[in-house]
């Protein structure tokens, strides 16, 4: 009779621990990705005052060799301006770049990459990055995908349809998109990437979110971990806001000609962010750009911008 008892106390117990788990927030170890910002690729050989132009397969060459020397990368993004103007040419060269590397990429798109009276529409930009790339399932230039269990990566559009400018907006049907996946991720680490900033690395109003005011109501009715990354400011800076992580990134085309590697440790309690900043090995351009682009020293930004690591705490 109490061997009965024994047992019946352990299959209850054993039952309540699996009920228990199985009704906490989900959580799901880490993940290693590469947002790899503004490169700007084209095939002119005359620079500008900020940006190596002639230079940028070389520099891009470079940043895909480190990246294929990393181990365990789930995956690159690249977060806009993949071109320096758009045309045919150019995106076909960068996309056969791209496609030597080790691991999946994808793009969320820059004010530089489409135009609206041209060849190179969003709709084709579209078409060919699905023919280009393998791994580019989507049928919009916003889409979301969960890279591992217990992380949504979401990728925003916030280039603008009509003429040429440096500023972003977000279109109210994205907004909603953004809104009802977010509304389905409230356990899971979200990470966000578009081209523009939602907190601006400095003030500019010719290149912020003309409605970063909607947008931001939407971000902030959520309480699970959120970090935003964007390029669009060539400037390295990150800020934490409450649970929601700001991460501007530089060019690779002007200086400091650098991308980050991230490391995402998803753990019951908290989140935590590690970030490696990779500079470019070729330094004469390096030292090139340095000199092309006035207030280098802020572009470059502080270490803690570059190098280190941040704890969001799970609500």
Request: charged share 25%.
């Amino acid at each position: 009779m109490k061997k009965l008892f024994k047992d019946c106390c352990l299959i209850f117990f054993t039952v309540a621990v699996m009920f228990f788990f199985s009704n906490q927030p989900s959580f799901s170890g880490t993940i290693k990705f590469v947002q790899l910002s503004d490169i700007h690729y084209s095939t002119q050989r005359e620079d500008t005052s900020y940006k190596l132009l002639s230079k940028t397969k070389p520099l891009l060459q470079d940043a895909i060799s480190q990246i294929n020397s990393e181990k365990n990368i789930n995956f690159v993004m690249i977060t806009g301006d993949g071109i320096d103007k758009p045309l045919k040419e150019s995106l076909f060269a960068l996309t056969d770049l791209l496609n030597t590397l080790n691991y999946p990429w994808y793009f969320a798109l820059g004010n530089h990459d489409t135009t609206t009276d041209g060849y190179l529409t969003k709709t084709k930009f579209l078409e060919i990055l699905k023919e280009k790339n393998q791994n580019y399932k989507f049928d919009s230039t916003y889409y979301t995908f969960k890279p591992k269990a217990g992380f949504r990566v979401i990728v925003m559009d916030g280039a603008k349809n009509k003429g040429f400018t440096s500023n972003g907006i977000i279109p109210e049907e994205e907004l909603c998109w953004l809104d009802d996946i977010l509304s389905k991720s409230k356990n899971d680490v979200v990470l966000i990437f578009l081209h523009f900033p939602l907190l601006t690395p400095y003030d500019s109003p010719n290149h912020k979110i003309l409605n970063d005011k909607e947008f931001k109501a939407i971000i902030e009715k959520y309480k699970m971990p959120i970090a935003i990354f964007s390029g669009h400011y060539h400037m390295a800076k990150i800020t934490k806001r409450g649970n929601i992580l700001h991460v501007s990134s530089p060019t690779l085309a002007g200086y400091p000609n650098a991308f980050r590697i991230v490391n995402v440790n998803n753990k019951r309690k908290e989140v935590i962010f590690k970030f490696d900043f990779k500079e470019t090995n070729l330094k004469d351009l390096q030292a090139k750009t340095k000199i092309l682009t006035l207030g280098g020293a802020r572009y470059y930004g502080k270490d803690k911008d570059r190098n280190t690591t941040i704890i969001i705490d799970k609500k």
